[in-house]
Each structure stands twice: as C-alpha cells, then as structure tokens.
C-alpha cells in the first residue's frame, strides 16, 4: 500500500475540521505520514462541498461545529474593565486639555465633571459605576481677555 492509501484508509473524507474554536482545518490526503495528525475519530469530517464553501485550501473562514454541525463562528466579545476603559477616556481628555491650554480657553463645567468622573472610576474611587459617563458635547469655553 502507498502513504495516500494508509491516509485515504485512516481519513476516507479527506477533508476534516478539528474540534478548536474556531477550528482548524485538514486536507488529509496531501500530508506524506499520518504521523502526528489527529485521529478521525476527533475530527468532523467534512463533504467536498463545506471544504470548498469555507474557502477550499486558502480559506480562512471563521467556522466551528456545534451540536454536529460546521456553523460559522463569530468570537464572544471581549469585555473590557471600567477602569480599563476609563484610562483610555483619560488620554482624550489629556488631548482636550493640550488643547485648551494651547488655545487659551478653559473646559466647561460639563467637561469638569467629567474629568472628575473618569478619574474617580481610573483610580478605583468610584465603585458603582458600570458604564462611563457620556463624554460631553461642548468641551472648552472661550477665554475672557
């Protein structure tokens, strides 16, 4: 027997998907050795048809199975901390306030408040917030000369 009858014996649909999300894919019949590779049986085997709807050799679509079945796979989001995303609002308000100084004018008392809000949730202060404030619309007033 060659290497492509041990392998088209060990993986008859050629084509596999493995159980990762999302997952990775096999053309088994093109490696030179089943060594190393996974066997069948902790695979989803997949039809011509799927290999070539992902994409055939070069695709790189996102899928997954579930529940027995190849689905497309969108990631879970990723949840970022209050006070991650406060530190972040902390270099607009840096920017804002480069700017101000720049140009001679002051923030409002909108953009105070603010500034004290994302402080307070940056610095671990404010503990019931779960949401930033929104920022606010008019951010600098013109300076009295």
Not at 66 to 79: C, I, K, Q, S, W
Not at 125 to 132: E, F, G, Q, R, V
Request: some cysteine; charged content about 15%.
């Amino acid at each position: 027997m060659s290497v492509l009858d041990d392998l088209k014996a060990a993986y008859p649909a050629r084509y596999y998907a493995d159980m990762n999300k999302p997952c990775g894919w096999y053309d088994m019949w093109v490696f030179s050795s089943a060594d190393g590779l996974p066997a069948a049986s902790t695979l989803y085997a997949m039809t011509a048809e799927q290999w070539e709807a992902k994409g055939g050799d070069t695709g790189t679509k996102s899928m997954a199975v579930e529940n027995g079945a190849l689905v497309d796979y969108t990631a879970p989001a990723v949840a970022i901390p209050l006070k991650t995303q406060a530190a972040s609002a902390q270099v607009w308000i840096q920017q804002q306030a480069n700017l101000a100084a720049a140009m001679g004018e002051v923030f409002t008392a909108d953009m105070k408040a603010y500034v004290k809000a994302i402080a307070a949730i940056a610095n671990g202060t404010d503990t019931t917030s779960t949401a930033l404030p929104a920022q606010p619309t008019d951010v600098m007033e013109a300076a009295t000369t």
